[in-house]
């Protein structure tokens, strides 16, 4: 297996778990994190290897990542395994893959690349690369099926594992905030570009946020090993908002929040499946960004309104991603809980079409590409 940064790690440790249940002999190894670790992954290399995120990024580390994937292709073909399974991370992934299966290795990706979003000439090169994806979204299998590419829809796994009701009074307890608090979550994302990029932004906004409304609670869940990039910006940028950092525990910082800054990603789904108003951002280097949105599809970049095919929640990109309009969108939320509630009752019913336990829905293929 090979499962890049921490969304990957996260995914691939609840697909670990119905593996186990249903092979509890299985042996894995590969490139993962510690949501693996705990079903007895063993990684010969770490997940933050591969939590690179753009071109200019990947150019600067391309020679690393070539050659960890070369050394991973060598030993896989030595090992032999019954099969590989990509998670995510198709930049890396597919390559391997395709090598693989060339190699008659049977090859299996979990989580879809986006060619609905991006990259659609992408296509053919995953007919290449695997024999089978596991897709999150309902509306992704038919996509594959017209390229002669099989795929099974498994659900998504945070569906199976975020409860429907949410734990609000829970997690504010956990986190040291009162019931009558109003709380501001901001999720800035899991990469180190993406603290340079959006962190200082997010921080400025609840600076912009707490001068206008005093008495307001943020919290700031960190990615382990980031929090070296993010102590520094706390009392520079908002030495005032007394934001919280957690380390990690993202999901209870969800639960508690009454509206969260979120930085776009998987993040923004897990934030629907905590029924939660929110605000989705991105910012990446200038030239990358003229790249992608040659390349976009569609005029959406957050899950949720992906999903929904329409823009349920604001989205303020790049230039628009300003601290004031971010701050801004956050009060937007907060003075109109009818909206928020409204909002809530759909992410509620998406909630309830991704359930469908994904782990046994899995395996359940997995197995079918075992067999054939």
């Not at 897709?135 to 795929?151: D, Q």
């Not at 019931?179 to 600076?207: F, M, N, Q, W």
Request: with cysteine; net charge positive; glycine share 8%.
């Amino acid at each position: 297996m090979v499962a890049g940064e921490a969304s990957g790690d996260l995914l691939a440790g609840l697909l670990l778990g119905g593996l186990k249940a249903r092979w509890p002999g299985l042996e894995s190894h590969g490139i993962g994190g510690p949501r693996m670790a705990e079903h007895g992954f063993q990684a010969w290399w770490p997940h933050t290897k591969l939590a690179v995120r753009g071109y200019t990024e990947v150019l600067l580390r391309l020679r690393e990542l070539l050659r960890i994937r070369r050394e991973m292709g060598d030993r896989v073909l030595q090992e032999r395994p019954d099969a590989f399974i990509g998670v995510d991370a198709p930049d890396f992934n597919l390559g391997l893959e395709t090598r693989l299966k060339a190699q008659g290795v049977k090859t299996i990706h979990f989580v879809g690349p986006s060619v609905w979003a991006w990259r659609s000439d992408r296509i053919l090169k995953i007919g290449q690369a695997v024999d089978h994806i596991l897709c999150l979204f309902p509306f992704e299998p038919a996509l594959y099926a017209k390229h002669g590419i099989g795929a099974t829809y498994v659900g998504h796994p945070l569906a199976d594992t975020i409860p429907m009701e949410v734990p609000r009074d829970a997690a504010r307890a956990a986190l040291g905030l009162a019931p009558g608090d109003t709380v501001v979550a901001l999720l800035p994302g899991s990469r180190g570009g993406e603290i340079k990029y959006i962190a200082p932004k997010l921080l400025a906004a609840a600076e912009l946020m707490v001068k206008q409304r005093p008495g307001l609670k943020f919290v700031l869940p960190v990615v382990p090993g980031l929090r070296k990039l993010v102590e520094p910006l706390v009392p520079r940028l908002a030495p005032t908002a007394g934001v919280v950092l957690l380390d990690g525990r993202s999901h209870e910082a969800l639960a508690a929040c009454d509206v969260t800054l979120i930085a776009s990603g998987t993040a923004t789904l897990e934030a629907a499946l905590f029924k939660r108003p929110m605000v989705i951002t991105y910012t990446i280097h200038y030239l990358e960004w003229l790249r992608l949105r040659r390349l976009q599809l569609q005029p959406w970049i957050g899950l949720p309104n992906i999903l929904f095919n329409e823009f349920v929640v604001p989205e303020l990109i790049q230039q628009k991603a300003t601290p004031e309009a971010l701050a801004q969108g956050a009060f937007d939320w907060l003075d109109q809980p009818a909206r928020a509630a409204a909002l809530a009752e759909r992410f509620a019913g998406l909630h309830r079409e991704l359930r469908r336990n994904t782990a046994q829905a899995a395996t359940d293929a997995i197995e079918k590409v075992l067999a054939a």
